[in-house]
């Protein structure tokens, strides 16, 4: 199972950034797969989540009506579109993929917001 984030970076305060988590390794389409992030000297949070299908999502209420999940499963792909980007946005953003019998990380991606 390999995950491998891609996307973060450098952005101002009310900027954008989409992040994708490329997956292979395993079948992609039958895992929940997830996004959390963890600033420095906070625990790891879940920001949003989507199902097998991509039919459901689920947001932090610090993060609804800004970001955006979604999945394309012919591109074992998840994406992460974050907009109106605050600087309390900024952590080590990672992917998650989930099922009954196995969870696995991404390495994580780097997001500042910033002016």
């Known amino acids: 199972v390999q995950l491998v984030e891609s996307g973060g970076g450098l952005v101002q305060p009310g900027g954008s950034l989409r992040l994708s988590c490329a997956a292979s390794?395993?079948?992609?389409?039958?895992?929940?797969m997830s996004w959390y992030r963890q600033a420095p000297g906070k625990e790891r949070e879940l920001v949003a989540t989507?199902?097998?299908?991509?039919?459901?999502?689920n947001y932090a209420d610090s993060v609804k009506g800004r970001f955006t999940i979604s999945r394309d499963n012919a591109k074992n792909t998840v994406y992460l579109q974050m907009n109106s980007l605050k600087p309390e946005d900024a952590a080590v953003y990672y992917c998650?993929?989930?099922?009954?019998?196995?969870?696995?990380w991404g390495q994580g991606t780097q997001v500042t917001v910033s002016s």
């Open positions: 998650q993929a989930y099922s009954p019998r196995q969870t696995s």
């Open positions: 390794g395993f079948a992609f389409s039958s895992y929940v």
């Open positions: 989507i199902t097998r299908a991509g039919g459901s999502t």
